[in-house]
């Protein structure tokens, strides 16, 4: 699959996005991803950081702030398999590697801040080669340090 290229876009993600109830029902790096997911869908999804995602919009506290009032539903992030040439083993700690499992998939985002505080507060559910984030359901894991407010019993 192509996920958000060409207008192609798996049918169960297109369906989970119809399905929503709020003003816009995800949000991806780039117009041009969001664009393609809003034609195939007609829905309306937030471009995060504009055409090359450098674009400071929104901002991580907008994000969150959309979130929290229910204004978007999902987070989706295209995952791309890169050949094993590209990726570098056995680097020493510290050289800029992270500490994340070299699974061999990569997820290019433009505003890591908004990714990674997506992925620490909410689970993952895959469909094609996208991952989709749920917002409306924050993953409870007792083994954060602050779980999300809505785990709280």
């Known amino acids: 699959m192509t996920a958000f290229i060409d207008g192609e876009v798996e049918p169960q ?27 195939a869908t007609h829905t309306s999804v937030v471009a995060i950081g504009g055409f090359t995602s450098d674009d400071p ?10 979130v929290r009032t229910h204004q978007v539903t999902y987070y989706l ?6 050949p094993d040439s590209w990726r570098v083993r056995d680097q020493p700690a510290g050289a ?6 070299d699974n061999g998939w990569w997820r290019p985002a ?4 908004i990714a990674e505080w997506v992925s620490a507060h909410y689970s993952a559910v895959h469909i094609g080669n996208v991952a989709v984030y749920d917002l409306t359901a924050p993953a ?14």
Do not use: I, N, Y
Request: contains cysteine; negative net charge.
């Open 57 to 66: 919009v929104p901002t991580l506290d907008e994000f969150q702030t959309m």
């Open 110 to 113: 433009g505003h890591k801040d």
């Open 13 to 39: 993600l297109a369906t989970l996005l119809r399905d929503t109830s709020t003003p816009w029902s995800a949000a991806v790096d780039r117009s041009s991803v969001a664009a393609s997911l809003e034609l």
């Open 96 to 101: 800029g590697r992270s500490d994340a499992p």
């Open 77 to 82: 992030a295209q995952e791309v398999r890169l």
């Open 140 to 153: 409870c894991d007792s083994t954060q340090p602050s779980p999300p407010a809505a785990c709280a019993k």
